[in-house]
């Protein structure tokens, strides 16, 4: 089993920036691909940028060149740099792990990201 703690989240203002963390632990061996997704209130969670073991990146195109995710080189830790941040940007934001098996994903509680206009 693999457990992710997220933290970072808060308020803060357009323009404003806020960096998350997620920290997993337990079988971390099985972590391929680690990454950030949202929930806004009324909306599905959708992929906000994922990076892969060997440190391929992936953003969503509302993000590009606003966030940077990254990972320390014990892959069991994953960033997301937020900058520029706009009201829209408001959400829960989750850390996700996939393994390198088919198998469900590993999810967080998901930490609160409030952006004031």
């Known amino acids: 089993q693999v457990h992710l703690v997220e933290s970072g989240g808060g308020l803060v203002q357009a323009g404003g920036s806020l960096r998350l963390s997620c920290v997993a632990s337990g079988s971390t061996f099985r972590i391929n691909v680690m990454g950030w997704y949202r929930q806004a209130p009324g909306k599905q969670r959708e992929l906000v940028a994922d990076i892969t073991s060997s440190g391929n990146t992936n953003y969503a195109d509302s993000v590009k060149g606003r966030f940077t995710i990254s990972r320390d080189n014990t892959n069991t830790m994953v960033f997301l740099k937020m900058n520029s941040l706009k009201p829209e940007d408001t959400a829960v934001y989750y850390c996700?792990?996939?393994?390198?098996?088919?198998?469900?994903?590993?999810w967080g509680q998901g930490t609160q990201v409030t952006v004031s206009s």
């Open positions: 996700n792990a996939k393994r390198w098996q088919p198998a469900p994903d590993y």
